[in-house]
């Protein structure tokens, strides 16, 4: 087991990548929904991109994106990021060894703060993890405009045990 100070690997195997983007975006089906898209998994940060669709409003007046939209693809890459810090703890294992460690991860505390409205044609999520425990994890996340906006921030507390 890899010590739990070591350094963080640069990048992971483009089979682990791929293997967490097909996980997220087609085996978990709501972020099928949202249309979430995986854009970068890295050890330190996870980032995603949703495109604004008609499904996803919520104020249909001023075509801004539903709240629970926001909410939604900020917990998933909360989990993301606890992932990904997973993989990077466990680098001495296969990708599919590390892929079997994500069965019991959970969300146990989310918060969101919305800060401007939802507008725009696509939105830019990233997330990070603070801290992440031998049970839990702890993360920061942030959803952005397409001009690069912060849009709404997140924390989240996730099971890993």
Known sequence: ????????????????????????????????????KITRILPQKVSARIEMRPELVGHFSFNRLHGGVISAGLDSMGGLAVMAAIGARHMDELPAER???????????????????????HFELNAEVLRLGSRVATTRMEFLGPDGALMSTGTGAYIVS
């Open 99 to 121: 892929l079997k460690r994500f069965g019991r991860l959970g969300t146990i505390d989310l918060r969101i703060d919305y800060l401007r409205p939802g507008i725009g044609d």
């Open 1 to 36: 087991m890899t010590h739990k100070n070591a350094p963080l690997p640069a990048e992971f195997e483009p089979e682990f990548v791929a293997s967490l983007k097909k996980l997220f975006e087609e085996m978990v089906v709501f972020n099928t929904v949202l249309g979430l």
